[in-house]
């Protein structure tokens, strides 16, 4: 026997466990982060139950104390010590007490928070070697900025405007009977807030330095990933213009001008953002 041989695979192995014990993000984790809305460790408490009413209960869902908070929408309302409804896609992976990173879109959204899962990752059982305590959260933050660049460069391609600006009003908006708008269990409950644009980072000079942008007030599931504004709010906007509402124009100051929205997840950026935002438009 080539006792050698075995002692370098040993040594092979526990180096690549090593490897894997580090606080990188892996190509799956990567993936799994783009695709998912709301990223969160948790620990199962209960299997084929829901954490409240409005949720259909099957054999699939489960009930996950969330231990930490990964990445979720500022309009989700999530934290640690909140129990989640998890779909689950195999619950016989599962058992009460299991901890994992959760992977999920989100499902429904109203006394609290259901998701359904697109994938997740096992915390180590006692028996393997423990990860340093905020590997979980430097990965993820990792994955994130692996990613957050290119989401950026392509919102940021795709918008008619990109200013920076602030907003001096907001308003409810109701829309005039002839708008062509769909009736939908979605209801946008449609808002406009009034920006005055202080640089223009991305297309033409502004006329009258004022557009009205129109956001969604819900916090409903298929608008859970669009900005919501409130005034003197300051930060960095993409716009496009109106195609969702029905009324693609607005009265501002006694004129009609164009409406633009703002409705996708990094459409509307801090101005910490600013130095970033310049150089991918530069790209």
């Known amino acids: 026997m080539n006792t050698s041989r075995f002692f370098l ?18 190509g799956n984790q990567v993936a799994l982060t783009k695709q998912s809305s709301i990223v969160f460790a948790g620990t199962v408490s209960q299997l084929g139950a829901t954490s409240f009413t409005g949720v259909p209960k099957s054999a699939q869902t489960a ?10 929408p500022s309009a989700v309302s999530l934290k640690k010590g909140d129990n989640v409804t998890v779909e689950l896609k195999d619950p016989s992976a599962f058992q009460q007490g299991a901890q994992a990173t959760f992977y999920t879109e989100g499902w429904i959204f109203g ?5 359904k899962e697109l994938g997740h990752e096992f915390k180590p059982s006692s028996g393997e070697t423990p990860k340093p305590v905020g590997v979980d959260e430097k990965a993820h933050q990792q994955a ?23 907003v001096t009003d907001v ?5 005039p009977k002839s708008a062509t708008t769909r009736v939908s269990e979605h209801d946008p409950d449609w808002h406009e807030a009034v920006v005055e644009v202080q640089s223009v980072l991305k297309g033409a000079q502004v ?10 007030g819900r916090n409903d599931v298929a608008w859970v990933h669009s900005p919501k504004f ?27 001008v164009t409406v633009y929205t703002c409705l996708g997840h990094g459409d509307s950026l801090p101005m910490s953002d600013v130095q970033r935002v310049r150089a991918l438009i530069k790209n």
Request: glycine share 12%; charged share 20%.
């Open 9 to 26: 695979a040993g040594i092979l192995g526990v180096s690549l466990l090593g490897v894997a014990a580090m606080p990188q993000a892996t």
């Open 171 to 175: 308003h409810r908006w109701n829309a």
């Open 111 to 115: 006394s609290g928070v259901a998701v």
């Open 207 to 216: 006329k009258g330095n004022k557009v009205v942008v129109r956001f969604p």
């Open 63 to 72: 009930v996950v104390r969330v231990d930490s908070v990964l990445k979720k």
């Open 144 to 166: 994130q900025e692996q990613i957050g660049d290119q989401e950026l460069q392509d919102r940021l391609n795709s918008a008619d405007f990109v200013v920076i600006g602030r």
């Open 230 to 256: 409130a005034k003197n709010q300051q930060g960095i906007f993409c716009l496009n213009k109106d195609q969702a509402s029905g009324v693609p124009t607005a009265m501002v100051g006694g004129r009609q």
